[in-house]
């Protein structure tokens, strides 16, 4: 897996990030639509997430924890608003509290993944889309960059448990 690019850009509010498999777009969609798998890699390796709902079409709502080294949980919401099979998801997204509640003052993004063919290997791009320059700034001072390259690094492995040969 490589990352090829990724672009903070502060004036259209978003955050892009490209990354290609050695897989086509049939097997990456799986690591979204499966939750199992999705389980394995979305989250950096220190901080696993755990989807304790998690409702793969359009109109689906996921709520999931990550576990940080020191037990500590972070908590998260999706509410699924496109599936396009091996081509296309949106979801809403945000932070939420304890009881699994959205957590308001964190605002909300919309994140947009695309899978495109390269014959037989994948282009994924991940686009999130912010509410405000603050939000941006905000999510980039906690590590949103490094968080999302150290979750994707975990794809490779997983990508290849069922690869031929």
């Known amino acids: 897996m490589a990352v090829i690019s990724t672009e903070k850009d502060t004036d259209a509010l978003h955050f892009r990030l490209v990354a290609e498999f050695d897989a086509g777009t049939e097997r990456v969609w799986r690591i979204w639509a499966d939750r199992t798998q999705l389980q394995r890699w979305w ?22 924890f990550m576990t940080g080294p020191d037990g500590e949980k972070a908590r998260g919401w999706w509410r699924i608003t496109a599936v396009e099979p091996h081509r296309l998801l949106t979801f809403v997204d945000g932070f939420a509290d304890e009881n699994g509640d959205p957590v308001p ?23 999130t889309a912010f509410q405000s320059l603050e939000q941006l700034e905000q999510m980039a001072a906690m590590g949103m960059e490094e968080g999302v390259r150290e979750a994707l690094g975990q794809v490779d492995a997983l990508l290849a448990e069922d690869a031929p040969g």
Request: aromatic content about 12%; cysteine-free; charged content about 25%.
């Open 105 to 127: 003052d964190m605002g909300e993004t919309t994140a947009t993944v695309t899978l495109e063919d390269l014959d037989g290997r994948t282009r994924m791009t991940m686009t």
């Open 43 to 64: 989250g950096p390796p220190t901080w696993p997430a755990t989807f304790e709902t998690y409702e793969f079409e359009e109109g689906g709502r996921a709520a999931y």
